[in-house]
C-alpha cells in the first residue's frame, strides 16, 4: 500500500476515469447498446426503445430469433447488429469505438445453468468477465449510464416478505439458489458496486422475475409451452410442478422499467426488482388462465413439484417495487397475470399466422 493511501485511512486513491460526469443527451438524440439484444428480452426491449425514439445498436453472438424479429417489426432490417462476445475486450471496445453509445443496456449473457456448471471458465469470463469488459469500455469512451440484467436466482432463499433491494445473497449456510447462473449475477453486481463507490461509474441493476411473453425461454416453466401449444391446438401435460409459485413477469413490463431506470435521477437506488409485485401465482393457477382465455386448451399439470424445482422454490417471495414506483414513476401494465398472457395468446396467435402464411 502507499504513503499517499495509507494516510488517506482507505483504499480509494483518486482515479483519473475521465469526464465520468457527462450529461445524457435528449432522449431522441441517444444511442443505446443493448447487449443480448436478438433475444427474448432483448428483442421487446429494442422495440421499446425505438417507440421512445432512441437509435439502437445490438451487439449479440447470433442475429434476432424469429420472434424478436416479429416483435421489433419492420425496422428490424435497419439495425445495426455487431455479432461480438461480451466476453472479448478487444471486440467490446471496438463497437463501442464504432457506435459511441449514450448509454448500455447489458442483458447479453449465458443462461442455461447446466452448460454454466460444466463450462465453469466460460461462465466467469462471459456472466462476469463481461461485465468488466463492458464497464472498461464505458470507462473508455466515457458513456454515463448503464442498466445491468442480473435476476431473482441470485437470491439464496426467502429470508422476509416482500423481497427488497436490501434482502441478502449471501448467508451463513447458503449462497445463490441458481448455482453458476445465480452467483455470476452476483459476482457481476457486487464488482459495479466496487467500480461506483471507488471510481464513481453509474449503473443501475434489474432483477427480473419469471419473465413471459412472445419467445419467452424455457426455464420460466410449464406457461411457455401451455400457452403456445393451446394456441397451436396441441396438447400440454404435465406430469409434476403446478404447486410452483412465481412473480410472473411481462416481458413488456421489463421493457418499461428498462427505460424508467435509464431515466432515474443519480440519487435512486441502484438495485430494482423486474417484477408486477403482488402474490405469486402457481402453474396450476396459470393453466387454468390459459384454458379460460384459450376456448379448447388441452392443458393439464399435476400438483406435486419435481425434486430439480424444490431449491428453486425457496427463492420464490412476493417482490418489492415500491422503489420503482416512488423513485422512478413506474407502474407495471400488466399487473393482472390474466392480462399479461391475454397479450402472450394474441401475439403469438399472430406470430405463428406470419410463419404459415
Ligand atoms: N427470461 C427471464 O425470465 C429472466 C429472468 C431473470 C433475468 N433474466 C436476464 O435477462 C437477460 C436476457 O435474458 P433472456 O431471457 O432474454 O434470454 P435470451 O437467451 O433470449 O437472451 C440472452 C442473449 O444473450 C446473448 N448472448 C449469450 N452469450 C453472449 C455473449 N458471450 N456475448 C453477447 N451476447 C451473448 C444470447 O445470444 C441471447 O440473445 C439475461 O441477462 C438473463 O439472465 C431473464
New binding site residues.
Partial sequence: MSEQTYTQGMARPDVDIGGRGRELRPVGERTTLV????????GHLVRALLDTGRKVVV????GF?PEARFAIGEQVDQLPVEF????DQARVLDVFRIHRPDEVV??????DPAYLATNRSTAFQ?NVG?VINLVEAMIAFDVPRLVN?????VLPRVMYQPIDGNHPILLADAGPGTDF?GST?AAAEAMLYAYNQALGLDFRTI??????GL???Q??GPIKAMVENAVRGDPAHFELGGAHPRAY?HVRDIAGLVIAMLDASDDADRIFY?SAGGQLVTTTEVAEIVRELVPGADVEIGEELSEAEKPVVALRGELSIENARSQLGWEPHYASIRDGIAQYVEQYRAFHESLTR
Avoid: C
Fill in positions: 447487449t443480448g439484444g436478438a433475444g427474448f428480452i432483448g451487439l449479440d453472438v447470433r430469433v461480438a462476445s461480451i466476453g447489458h442483458a447479453g449473457m449465458i443462461l462471459v463481461g440484467f442480473s435476476s431473482i436466482g447462473y449475477k432483477r427480473p422475475s419469471a419473465v413471459y419467445g419467452m425461454n426455464y420460466v413477469t423486474g
